[in-house]
Nanobody
Framework: QVQLVESGGGLVQPGGSLRLSCAAL????????MGWYRQAPGKQQREFVA?????????LYDDPVKGRFTISTDNAKNTVYLEMNSLKPEDTAVYYC???????????????WGQGTQVTVSS
């Protein structure tokens, strides 16, 4: 059983900063990638924000967040972070942590989601 525990959301003024954290708990054998998605108000689908591919350390960002958001991991803690700077009202969304990993029970990689954390950018 794998559980993702998110923290760090909140209300911030435009131009401000927030740092999201997501810790992966459970019997994880191997992590393939960790990342973040978001679902804005009124939108039905989650959108990709950023991710880190474990093999090779490849880091990917969606265009709207490039240069403002930074994703990082603490491999010892199975934790992924999202540092968000120069926040804009259009960044308002529920942010979801995403993990692809294998466990002792699931040899093939499985996708897991966090519970979501609200980020609101407003003056």
């Amino acid at each position: 059983q794998v559980q993702l525990v998110e923290s760090g959301g909140g209300l911030v003024q435009p131009g401000g900063s927030l740092r999201l954290s997501c810790a992966a708990l459970g019997s994880i054998a191997s992590i393939y990638s960790m990342g973040w998605y978001r679902q804005a108000p009124g939108k039905q689908q989650r959108e990709f924000v950023a991710s880190i591919i474990s093999e090779g350390g490849l880091i990917l960002y969606d265009d709207p967040v490039k240069g403002r958001f930074t994703i990082s991991t603490d491999n010892a803690k199975n934790t992924v972070y999202l540092e968000m700077n120069s926040l804009k009202p259009e960044d308002t969304a529920v942010y979801y942590c995403n993990l692809r990993a294998s466990t002792a029970q699931t040899i093939s990689p499985t996708t897991y989601w966090g519970q979501g954390t609200q980020v609101t950018v407003s003056s």
